[in-house]
């Protein structure tokens, strides 16, 4: 069942791969540079995941277009807005 949902969803298994193997670096490497790119790696990750949430398919950006009347056609801001 859960490897059914990662096939399904593998953007968000790679959101948290990603964040995986950058925690694991900041933990287990002496080096500041080598705990800086490991941080990097997990924000680079969280940006992944909340673009990843806030995506629906078939729905446009939050723009005002003429002739689009109904909130339906747009995507959510609020996770964007986050990045």
């Known amino acids: 069942m859960h490897f059914e949902y990662l096939l399904?969803?593998?953007e968000e298994a790679a959101a948290m791969i990603l964040f995986g193997i950058g925690f694991s670096?900041?933990?287990l490497q002496k080096n500041?540079?080598?705990?800086?790119i490991g941080l990097n790696i997990m924000?680079?990750?969280?940006y992944l995941f909340l673009a990843l949430k806030g995506y629906i398919e078939e729905r446009?950006?939050?723009v005002v277009v003429d002739g689009v009347t109904s909130v339906e056609a747009y995507?959510?801001?609020i996770?964007?807005?986050l990045v």
């Not at 500041?32 to 800086?36: A, R």
């Not at 924000?43 to 969280?46: F, I, L, R, V």
């Open 8 to 10: 399904q969803n593998y």
């Open 79 to 81: 996770p964007s807005g």
């Open 32 to 36: 500041l540079i080598k705990k800086i």
């Open 43 to 46: 924000d680079t990750a969280t």
């Open 25 to 27: 670096n900041l933990l």
């Open 75 to 77: 995507i959510n801001p």
């Open 60 to 62: 446009k950006a939050p």
